[in-house]
């Protein structure tokens, strides 16, 4: 489906969704609907202004919202924006896999290990170092 994020913005000039396999309603907006029917061709299931109106589609009357909702078939497809479940395994696999393959190279490997430690030390006290020389310099500095 095309997000409605996509109806907010204001400054497209050019803009070609065909062929994606899209469906559902294109949302409302001046911008979406300003665009030729090529614009959204090859999605069968697609439809809204400028395409084919959807059927049994009305479109929302204006009412006032007390917080209560009258139709429980109102229903937001916010839903489909939040990360899936194969998002955060997926996640978890791949900072677990480069985790350990970073530490258990170095635990295996011994040369590996000394010379990353070796590189830490010789970067901790090149540090140390530079802070040093710019303190001895921004107080040289301060005092003429």
């Not at 078939?73 to 194969?86: A, K, N, T």
């Not at 996640?91 to 070796?118: E, P």
């Not at 802070?131 to 003429?144: H, Q, T």
Request: hydrophobic share 35%; glycine share 6%.
């Amino acid at each position: 489906m095309i997000p409605q994020g996509l109806a907010n913005l204001t400054f497209l000039s050019v803009l070609d969704l065909s062929n994606n396999h899209l469906s559902r309603r294109i949302p409302s907006s001046t911008q979406l609907q300003s665009f030729d029917r090529s614009s959204y061709s090859g999605n069968a299931q697609l439809c809204g202004p400028p395409l084919q109106e959807c059927p049994g589609y009305a479109p929302p009357s204006p009412h006032i919202d007390h917080g209560n909702n009258s139709n429980p078939q109102e229903h937001d497809d916010d839903d489909e924006d939040f990360p899936s479940l194969e998002f955060y395994i997926s996640m978890v696999l791949g900072f677990s896999i480069a985790f350990w393959g970073f530490w258990g190279c170095l635990i295996v490997n011994r040369s590996w290990r000394n010379a990353y430690f070796t590189f830490l030390t010789d970067m901790k006290s090149w540090l140390h170092m530079t802070a040093r020389v710019c303190s001895a310099r921004l107080k040289e500095k301060l005092r003429a």
